[in-house]
């Protein structure tokens, strides 16, 4: 089976930065290499939403709210993708998950508590 496991969340000043991880298991290499992966968050109260985006071509897209804050990358050798955010705002509090779609199912992530205090 598939799993993604996401990592990195913390409790962090207005400007500062973190770096998520989500880890993808039970993929062959080649599988992964092809997939897009996301990572979206959800506030209390909110809809879940697109933070950034990476396809198997390395191209990126981001919510206008994180861009030119915001870093999606993917490590394939380690089957992971990696979200590093600077200049975190408090509007930025949120759970932070990865999904992927494989096989026709979209697969997520338990989550990842990312507080940025004002």
């Known amino acids: 089976q598939v799993h993604l496991v996401e990592s990195g969340g913390a409790l962090v000043q207005t400007g500062g930065s973190l770096k998520l991880s989500c880890r993808v298991s039970g993929i062959i290499l080649s599988v992964f290499w092809d997939i897009r992966v996301g990572w979206f968050r959800q506030a209390p109260g909110k809809e879940?939403?697109?933070?950034?985006?990476?396809?198997?071509?390395?191209?990126?897209n981001y919510a206008d709210s994180v861009k030119g804050r915001f870093t999606i990358s993917k490590d394939n050798t380690r089957r992971s993708v990696n979200l590093q955010m600077n200049g975190l705002k408090p509007e930025d509090t949120a759970v932070y998950y990865c999904s992927m779609n494989y096989r026709g199912q979209d697969l997520w992530g338990p989550g990842t508590q990312v507080t940025v205090s004002s």
């Open positions: 879940r939403e697109l933070v950034a985006s990476i396809a198997s071509d390395r191209s990126t």
